[in-house]
């Protein structure tokens, strides 16, 4: 969206949905951090993934959570699945529900790929645990 565009239905619904699986703090940072280069990317994916994927009825919040974070840990992408790990405190995905989907994961794109997004998933998990206890 430029500044001289009206959002779309689907970009609001994208921001709404985008700030309750992320929180107000994660995407307030990205927006204070969007520069004009990657201003249409941000539009972007608020309105497509979140918008339109993320806001379909057809799976609940903690489903999607629970095979967003198995399809990031496959493909590797370790950043993002960190940040999905830390958002199932907004999706009701339990922390079985992640370690399921890491065996899934183990399973049917590898071990290797299964081990570093458990690795990364414990981490999470441990600093979400001290920030409840700070």
């Not at 280069?37 to 629970?66: C, M, N």
Request: proline share 2%.
């Amino acid at each position: 969206m430029n500044e001289a565009s009206i959002p779309s239905e689907r970009y609001r619904q994208g921001m709404a949905t985008r700030r309750a699986i992320l929180g107000h703090d994660h995407v307030d940072r990205a927006e204070a951090g969007s520069t004009a280069f990657d201003k249409p990317f941000q539009d972007l994916i608020t309105e497509a993934a979140w918008g339109h994927v993320w806001s379909r009825a057809t799976f609940t919040k903690r489903e999607r959570s629970i095979v967003t974070i198995a399809l990031l840990a496959a493909l590797g992408q370790d950043d993002e699945t960190a940040m999905h790990v830390r958002a199932t405190a907004n999706t009701g995905a339990s922390r079985e529900d992640v370690c399921e989907a890491l065996l899934h994961v183990a399973i049917y794109a590898g071990v290797p790929a299964a081990n570093h997004a458990i690795k990364i998933a414990k981490q999470v998990f441990e600093q979400m645990d001290a920030e409840k206890t700070a």
